[in-house]
């Protein structure tokens, strides 16, 4: 973990909701793993006071640029769209524990609801790279709220799902998994804790290991303020983990899905 005063190369409208930021971080770039993150501060004031977490999109080693999808939210992710090239910013990174990638290749499916496709982009190109077959299901409530920033198709089968059926199929995303049966080595996912539950549930009747990327409040992202305290199971006790530093990848079966 380093902070980092890294240069924005780009900031580029991919969308209604949606900004991807280029930024020169040569030392972020060579050390983040897929499902990591950064606390970013957006400004150099007091206004807004905290930093913001962003998952890691992508990031070019060889070139020392990262990218971070950016939904605009609220203040400080408006203020962050809002930035032009040449602009300066604070990024304290990489934190947390990412996803575990097995050197034996297999068969993965990868989950994405909404910004939570952000992370799954760097580990289905290393998946892909380790020769993994990969399907990915994308969802979110309409089409506007697709990251459609994150093209899929040409790493991995791809099946789309919205609420209101404005793209791919209607309904939840979870209504695809029958479309998406197969024999799985492993099964990572990011996005909504209600959609994390349900594929919970299902990979579990079904015997697949699942790795969820949790998305909670991290006010510190060092594990200092406890705002991101989540149950989880440990031996046959409920303990807290911080999100920040123990996640914010977890083991489902881990986690404690009913509090």
């Not at 890294?6 to 030392?27: C, D, F, G, N, W």
């Not at 959609?195 to 299902?202: F, G, K, P, S």
Request: hydrophobic content about 45%; glycine content about 10%; overall charge positive.
């Amino acid at each position: 973990m380093e902070c980092n005063k890294v240069e924005i190369l780009a900031v580029k409208a991919v969308s209604q909701h949606y900004y991807l930021l280029t930024l020169m971080a040569p030392r972020l770039a060579r050390s983040v793993r897929p499902g990591q993150f950064v606390q970013v501060r957006v400004a150099d004031g007091l206004d807004p006071l905290l930093r913001r977490p962003f998952s890691v999109h992508d990031w070019d080693a060889k070139q020392g640029t990262v990218a971070l999808l950016v939904q605009v939210r609220g203040k400080g992710s408006k203020m962050l769209a809002d930035k032009r090239p040449g602009e300066r910013l604070d990024v304290l990174g990489p934190l947390g524990r990412g996803f575990e990638i097995s050197e034996t290749k297999g068969r993965a499916l990868l989950v994405g609801g909404g910004i939570g496709a952000a992370p799954l982009w760097s580990l289905a190109r290393q998946l892909k790279d380790k020769t993994w077959d990969l399907t990915v299901l994308l969802g979110a409530s309409a089409d506007s709220l697709l990251v459609k920033a994150v093209d899929f198709s040409h790493l991995a089968n791809t099946i789309i799902a919205t609420d209101d059926g404005s793209a791919g199929i209607k309904g939840k995303i979870t209504k695809l998994l029958p479309l998406a049966a197969s024999d799985y080595n492993q099964v990572y996912a990011c996005g909504p804790k209600p959609m994390l539950a349900a594929l919970a549930v299902w990979t579990k009747a079904a015997g697949f290991p699942l790795q969820v990327s949790l998305d909670e409040v991290m006010a510190c992202g060092m594990g200092v303020c406890l705002g991101c305290a989540q149950p989880v199971k440990h031996n046959k006790s409920v303990n807290y983990a911080k999100v920040c530093t123990q996640g914010p990848v977890f083991d489902a079966d881990e986690v404690v899905w009913n509090e």
